[in-house]
């Protein structure tokens, strides 16, 4: 076998030969409860490609992707210009990794993120979003030297421990204690905030200024109000971009929609990966990185294996390439605004329908309780069961009927989160407003499939208590 004759290994044999089994494959080798949900609900779907904001099955049929696999894939699926990067840097067969030397393209990268947040000096970077979100919380602490972080209820900032310290999802924190000294706080609440500042042990707050579940978006004037707050208490700002970075809400990073915010530490991952080679980095101002690597001794006192590698370099050039060539952040403003425009007219149309909300690309659909008895009825057994199953009850139908893929915004929740690629135009707004028109007139019609999905939702969460 050579480089230029790798008969040892045929990956489009293997994928022909064995990708049948992937389910299977699933369910005995990794979480054996992804392929049991995935039957469940009828998501155990074959795609056998995807482009742009797409998927195609076997029988060539196109499902459209209004997911982006959670916002990784913000400038769509195998964009021409990324893969092209990729395979021009792997071609260039560069001394990656060595570890002792400085490549280019890590700089050029962050030059490139600087520029869009003009007050911060430096950047980290590691390979995830919880990496980002680690860095931050390792780096507020050694900065200020307190131990204490501070953060919003429902948030959700990764899964690692000290992430997940801050994580306002008891789901996921059970059974995982002890972790970092923490303190959650309402979203928006600023009394609480300066309560807990007095205690003068916290490190920093850390806060995503859209919350990726449930869609809530900071009140107006908040970040900025809680900026002087800890900037007094001499605690930092920590600005999760890890979903609403690169775009997605229509500015290139979410705090910008609010003047005068400048975090201490901003974090970004997702869409900056191009959806091929996992990349995290952490944006900071000058002193707390030179807090952090103080002497020579400390050069690596923090650092990632794999950061910095030059794919995910490459991939993370070529997406901002792509974000202004295609002018993507203005795409997302003004699609967003059509969509949730679209989407908002419905509500009062549909009694089921509670709310439309958020910035951008990234949309909230909630729903409430109905104000007909018949309808009322059916939520309440449905709510007594377990909270969110409606919202799964329209998830199901947008893709085994029309195609489309959506989730629920979180747990227990009756929210629907929109984060399609960054690319959608007027005919895929269209296309879901239509589908989801369809999907609510048979919800309020009382009968049909769609209820008959939803008793069978209520058995499967009456079963697994």
Request: aromatic share 8%.
């Amino acid at each position: 076998m050579t480089a230029d004759d790798p008969k040892g290994f045929d990956l489009a044999h293997l994928l022909a030969e064995r990708g049948g089994e992937r389910y299977d494959l699933h369910a005995r080798h990794l979480n054996h409860q992804l392929p049991r949900m995935l039957r469940t609900i009828g998501f155990d779907k074959v795609y056998e490609r995807a482009e742009g904001a797409y998927f195609w099955d076997a029988d060539g049929q196109d499902y459209l992707d209004m997911l982006a696999g959670f916002g990784v894939m913000g400038v769509g699926r195998h964009h021409p210009v990324v893969r092209k990067a990729l395979h021009d840097v792997l071609d260039a067969q560069l001394a990656d990794l060595t570890r002792f030397d400085c490549p280019p393209l890590p700089g050029l990268l962050a030059e490139k993120l600087l520029a869009h947040a003009p007050h911060l000096d430096r950047v980290f970077f590691g390979n995830s979003g919880t990496e980002a979100v680690e860095t931050a919380l390792k780096f507020a602490r050694y900065a200020t030297g307190r131990p204490r972080i501070l953060y919003c209820e429902h948030a959700f900032h990764g899964l690692t421990a000290g992430s997940l310290s801050v994580n306002g999802e008891e789901g996921f924190r059970d059974g995982f204690a002890p972790l970092l000294p923490d303190t959650a706080i309402p979203l928006g609440d600023l009394g609480r905030l300066e309560r807990e500042l007095e205690r003068g042990d916290v490190a920093g707050f850390v806060v995503e200024p859209v919350q990726g579940k449930g869609v809530h978006e900071a009140p107006p004037g908040f970040l900025r109000a809680a900026q002087e707050l800890l900037h007094r208490h001499k605690a930092l700002l920590i600005a999760d971009e890890v979903q609403t970075g690169i775009g997605r809400t229509g500015d290139f990073f979410a705090y910008r929609h609010e003047r005068d915010v400048e975090p201490d530490l901003v974090c970004v991952a997702k869409a900056l990966s191009g959806g091929y080679v996992p990349v995290g980095a952490t944006l900071g101002k000058d002193w707390i990185f030179k807090k952090v690597y103080s002497s020579m001794d400390r050069v690596l006192v923090h650092s990632a294996s794999f950061g910095s590698n030059a794919q995910a370099m490459a991939a993370g050039l070529a997406v901002l390439a792509v974000m202004e060539e295609e002018r993507l952040v203005e795409n997302a403003r003004t699609t967003g605004d059509l969509l949730r425009s679209k989407l908002a007219a419905l509500v009062d149309r549909y009694e089921l329908l509670h709310e439309v909300r958020g910035r951008g690309l990234m949309v909230g659909i909630e729903f409430g309780r109905p104000r007909s008895l018949a309808l009322r009825s059916r939520w309440t057994m449905l709510q007594a069961a377990r909270k969110g199953l409606f919202a799964q009850m329209v998830v199901v139908p947008l893709l085994r009927r029309h195609r489309i893929l959506t989730q629920v915004s979180g747990d227990h929740l009756e929210v629907i989160k929109l984060i399609p690629p960054l690319i959608i135009g007027e005919p895929e707004v269209d296309r879901f407003v239509k589908a989801f028109t369809a999907v609510m007139d048979e919800a309020h019609n009382g009968g049909g499939l769609m209820w008959d999905f939803g008793r069978t939702l209520v058995k499967q969460a009456v079963g697994s208590r």
